[in-house]
């Protein structure tokens, strides 16, 4: 199945809201309702469906983050009932190709908890570095598109 993104605002929010991860993740990202509240407070903020066919199964969201001038990935997740199917790293493809659109994005930041193997074996599998900061108990990574 091919993974797309939707515009958030063009899917319900409570159908976004209900998607979760599995109960052993929920340390390692911030709930849907918390990203939407966000989405819509931080008009930085960019926020997607994770689609496959006409099925929402996650939720992607980026911004130029004010504070140090980058484009940051600030949530990808896939709800629990669709991992291990491949699209999260389709998502994320996904995300960076819409990204590499944008004519001031260069390299792309994220936080990854330490915990969370998947996620940084993932990010790590598509170019992703640990920078050697922590930013609020995260590692931080880098893509560098120059």
């Known amino acids: 199945m091919t993974i797309t993104l939707l515009p958030v605002d063009a899917v319900h929010a409570d159908t976004v809201r209900r998607l979760d991860v599995q109960e052993d993740q929920t340390d390692f990202i911030a709930s849907n309702a918390?990203?939407?509240?966000?989405?819509?407070?931080?008009?930085?903020c960019v926020g997607f469906a994770v689609m496959a066919a006409d099925t929402p199964v996650g939720f992607a969201m980026y911004a130029l983050d004010?504070?140090?001038?980058n484009h940051w990935i600030y949530r990808l997740m896939?709800?629990?009932?669709?991992?291990?199917?491949?699209?999260?790293s389709q998502a994320l493809a996904a995300l960076l190709a819409h990204m590499a659109t944008i004519p001031e994005c260069g390299d792309i930041y994220l936080g990854v908890t330490p915990e969370n193997t998947r996620a940084h074996a993932l990010y790590h599998r598509v170019g992703f570095r640990e920078t050697g900061m922590m930013l609020d108990g995260e590692k931080v990574m880098r893509l560098d598109r120059n």
């Open 34 to 44: 918390e990203s939407l509240a966000e989405l819509a407070e931080r008009p930085e």
């Open 66 to 69: 004010p504070d140090d001038g």
């Open 78 to 88: 896939i709800d629990a009932r669709h991992q291990g199917k491949g699209y999260g």
